[in-house]
């Protein structure tokens, strides 16, 4: 076998399944297929053309700005927004592409409320750790500067890294999966910063949320196979044939392979 063929079995393998996934859906519902993503790009787009005016900053900052010093309730509240509001120190593009790639990938693979569910999900783990790093101190281990707890904490980056990786796991595309990984850890020790730090904490909140879906997964027991009925048994019940052979046994009680089932 050539080296290149060797590579597109590889590729294949890795990215096969979620191509087709991706490609069908679409060719099934069009753009019905990402809604959800539609809406969130439209709403990052809108964000950032209101807050880039000079009316518009100071209410998407007391909407959508997250900061590790704001009281606890009042950042919960600002959460939802605060994924859809870009960085004002980034290109808007990027953010733009990053969501309707893997928010587009993500909702056709886990459907639009899994989608959601596993964002916030990311997000509110970043918030959080940013909280518990401000209030270990930078001595200890995972420990911030206090200044850290200042830093408006915005954008969608933590939750396209948790998608990413939730995605990957999902369709078992572990090369990839590691790669996303990978980067966000050499993203943190090539320019430590808080936005740096807050992926790596999306990444273990979404690894621990598959790694229970594994184990419940194993757990969980497999569908029995329909109970066959004895002549003699439907008879003690009233309910067989009187001539003492087999009752017909009606398609609809053979049950398939048990499937894994999934708990997210």
Known sequence: MSRREALRRAAVREWGPLAAAVRTALAERGARALALTLTATALTALVQLVQNQSWGYGPVRALGAVRAED???????????????????????????????????????????????????????????????????????????????????????????????????????????????????????????????????????VLAVCGVREWLGRRAPAPRAGRRRSAQGLGAGGGGTRSGAPPMRSWNFRRGPAQRTSWW
């Open 71 to 205: 009281p606890f309730w009042s950042a919960l509240l600002r959460t939802p927004l605060s994924l859809f509001v870009p960085a004002l120190d980034l290109p808007v593009w990027g953010a733009l592409a990053q969501i309707l790639l893997v928010f587009g990938v993500a909702e056709i693979c886990l459907g639009r409320w899994r989608t959601l569910a596993v964002a916030y999900a990311a997000t509110l783990a970043g918030t959080l750790y940013a909280r518990i790093g401000v209030a270990l101190g930078p001595e200890a281990f995972l420990g911030l500067p206090a200044s850290d707890a200042r830093v408006v904490d915005t954008g969608p980056s933590a939750a396209v890294v948790a998608l990413a990786v939730y995605v990957c796991h999902q369709r078992r595309a572990r090369f990839t999966g590691s790669l996303v990984v990978v980067a966000m850890v050499v993203e943190v020790l090539v320019k430590d910063n808080l936005a740096g730090r807050e992926h790596l904490a999306a990444i273990a909140a």
